[in-house]
């Protein structure tokens, strides 16, 4: 359980890193094989590659963004369905969350992450593609982590679906879950956690 929390505290302040930065502090760059990056400030550029890093005022496709309207009805984002979810008072609450309507995860619900997280293995054996995936880094109090961000279609947690999401492809230790289940999923219904009964209620907003 303490393993459990503190993999989970550490992937949520990595993932809180994501909101939008100010421009002056995004930086594109390419690497040896051509592959495009987008770095938060100069220094987090590989030094090798700072002369030809270009400033940028946003990545092409900035993940998670913060939503100017309503999580319901935002543009492009479908909600439906409301769920319960039982879970043990005291312990870390983990749900199945069905991926694309075709295959279940067992995510950490955590929301002080900004944005849903699971594991690339998992994510490819559901057939998520990686082929429109924007690459990126993750900066927290560890460091920072060069990463992947992919669209699922949608993520249905007992009949509450949402989607499509942009999600984070990154390996991380949580135990017997496969990621976290952010607020870019969370914010789209009103959350009640009912810690004495051991029930969460997703409603849509």
């Excluded at 295959?103 to 057939?127: E, F, H, K, M």
Aim: glycine content about 10%; proline content about 7%; hydrophobic content about 40%.
């Amino acid at each position: 359980m303490t393993r459990l929390l503190v993999a989970a505290t550490t992937v949520s302040a990595l993932v809180l890193c994501l909101a939008p930065v100010a421009p002056a502090q995004v930086y594109r760059w390419a690497d040896e094989q051509g592959r495009v990056n987008y770095s938060q400030g100069l220094d987090s550029v590989p030094e090798r590659f700072r002369s030809g890093a270009q400033f940028v005022t946003s990545p092409t496709a900035p993940p998670a963004p913060a939503p100017l309207t309503p999580p319901s009805r935002a543009a492009g984002v479908v909600v439906t369905g409301g769920a319960q979810i039982r879970f043990t008072p005291g312990q870390a609450i983990v749900v199945n969350a069905r991926i694309n309507d075709s295959g279940s995860v067992r995510l950490l619900l955590d929301t002080g992450a900004s944005v849903t997280t699971i594991n690339p293995r998992v994510l490819n054996q559901l057939g998520v593609s990686s082929r429109d995936a924007v690459r990126g880094f993750i900066r927290g109090v560890t460091g920072q982590a060069d990463t992947l961000f992919v669209v699922v279609n949608s993520i249905d947690v007992n009949g509450a679906k949402a989607g499509p999401i942009r999600v984070v492809a990154h390996d991380v230790d949580l135990g017997q879950s496969d990621g976290l289940l952010g607020r870019d999923y969370l914010d789209r219904f009103q959350v009640s956690i009912d810690n004495q009964a051991g029930i969460v209620t997703l409603t849509p907003r």
